[in-house]
């Protein structure tokens, strides 16, 4: 009987402990339940307010934007504001905000503006691009303002050498040499190297040329540095940038005197000599000069610093130029198609005298260009003249330095492929 009793309060404890159980479970399925249920209840509260604040940006009208751009240049930015809608008084003020930041006139090649209204016509921004430069010119208020942004420009050297196959203009574009470069580098040497008549294949060139690049790849500066010309006739010629000039290995500026050529040349037809068969007077007679054929109207220029002594016809020279030039120097130029100064003029080395032409005895347009010296012709091609200038002596270690260091780069870089 006690046996009976005993096991029925064990069955009674094992059922309780059962419903416990059975208790605590659903507790914790409720809590978790519940806890899920608050999760999402925020997760949506956040959804509501993100859903809110777009449906608050999508209820804002939109505003479509209309753009005019084109080439900055003469009176395009004028009309292109006025074809978006710019009455007199908005266009006067643009323009007076941008005058004081570099004005509306082009400077490079490439130069644009664009502006930027609504569709409404209502003026949002104007920018400028002008070399460099980014001019943006805002409005503020009632007034335009603007502001300069100058990119970042990155200075490389670039090194070059080769060999001369033809002439020196085409054998420097065959190695990829930049048209600007190949003028900049004839134009360092124009004093020490006759390019129109010492030029020879096998000759030797060495370049080096600083160019500036902004970010976005635009190439805004090419500046020759230094250079080197190597030649059977020409000789061994270096030039080397130094405070604003060129000066050889010794210190001396290249800049002299005279120029060794009074023009760009196709080819030289006749040299010094004192006994020439003149083709049309059918007899050998001296030629004190030499005869540069090229094309007519191909520009003429002075040699050299001086004053017009005779401008006008003279015999078989046909239309002639005479500049007395110092140190009782006196260039003649003849044969011209044209004449572009006066007699007693003042001319400057380089300056456009006349073109070449075919006037007076002569088989074709050529120009004929003779030297005198105290009234006695010289042979120009053999002229040394002292070059003006040297390196200041409290200078010249700086150059020297400068000078190691260029020649390093222009022997050592490598030789262009062909």
Not at 153 to 172: E, F, Q
Not at 216 to 236: I, S
Not at 306 to 334: D, M, P, Q
Not at 380 to 388: C, V
Request: net charge positive; charged share 25%.
């Amino acid at each position: 009987m006690s046996a009976v009793i005993e096991k029925r309060h064990i069955d009674r404890a094992l059922r309780r402990l059962q419903d416990l159980a059975s208790e605590r479970q659903t507790v914790l399925r409720r809590l978790a339940l519940y806890g899920c249920a608050a999760l999402l209840l925020s997760a949506g509260l956040k959804i509501k307010a993100a859903l809110q604040i777009r449906a608050a940006l999508y209820d804002q009208p939109y505003q479509q934007v209309t753009v005019f751009e084109d080439d900055l240049g003469a009176d395009s930015l004028r009309e292109a504001l006025k074809e978006s809608g710019s009455d007199a008084k908005e266009t006067a003020a643009l323009f007076a905000a941008l005058k004081p930041l570099g004005g509306t006139g082009r400077e490079h090649r490439g130069d644009s503006f664009r502006v930027e209204k609504t569709s409404a016509g209502a003026f949002m921004h104007l920018t400028i691009r002008r070399g460099k430069k980014r001019i943006v010119i805002k409005q503020v208020g009632t007034k335009y303002e603007g502001k300069v942004v100058d990119p970042m420009v990155v200075a490389r050297l670039h090194s070059v050498r080769g060999a001369i196959r033809g002439n020196l203009w085409l054998s420097m574009s065959r190695d990829g040499v930049p048209a600007e470069v190949i003028s900049e580098f004839a134009d360092v040497f124009q004093w020490s190297v006759d390019f129109l008549t010492e030029v020879r294949d096998g000759d030797r060139y060495a370049a080096s040329w600083a160019e500036e690049r902004t970010p976005d790849g635009r190439v805004w500066g090419r500046e020759v540095v230094a250079g080197l010309y190597d030649g059977k006739v020409a000789g061994r010629e270096v030039g080397v940038l130094f405070e604003g000039d060129f000066f050889n290995h010794k210190g001396d500026a290249l800049e002299s005197m005279f120029l060794r050529a009074p023009l760009n040349y196709r080819r030289i037809s006749s040299t010094f000599t004192k006994g020439r068969w003149h083709p049309i007077l059918r007899r050998v007679r001296p030629h004190h000069g030499i005869d540069y054929a090229a094309p007519r109207g191909t520009p003429v220029v002075s040699i050299g610093a001086g004053r017009v002594v005779f401008a006008g016809r003279k015999g078989g020279y046909g239309n002639v130029v005479e500049i007395r030039h110092a140190g009782a120097f006196e260039t003649l130029y003849g044969h011209l198609n044209s004449i572009g100064v006066r007699r007693g003029a003042n001319v400057r080395q380089g300056q456009v005298i006349g073109t070449v032409g075919s006037t007076g005895l002569s088989t074709g347009p050529h120009l004929h260009f003779q030297i005198e010296r105290d009234g006695k012709f010289i042979n120009f091609l053999g002229l040394k003249i002292q070059r003006a200038r040297t390196v200041p002596r409290a200078k010249n270690a700086l150059f020297q330095a400068l000078l190691a260091k260029r020649l390093a780069a222009l022997e050592t870089t490598t030789a262009a492929k062909r």
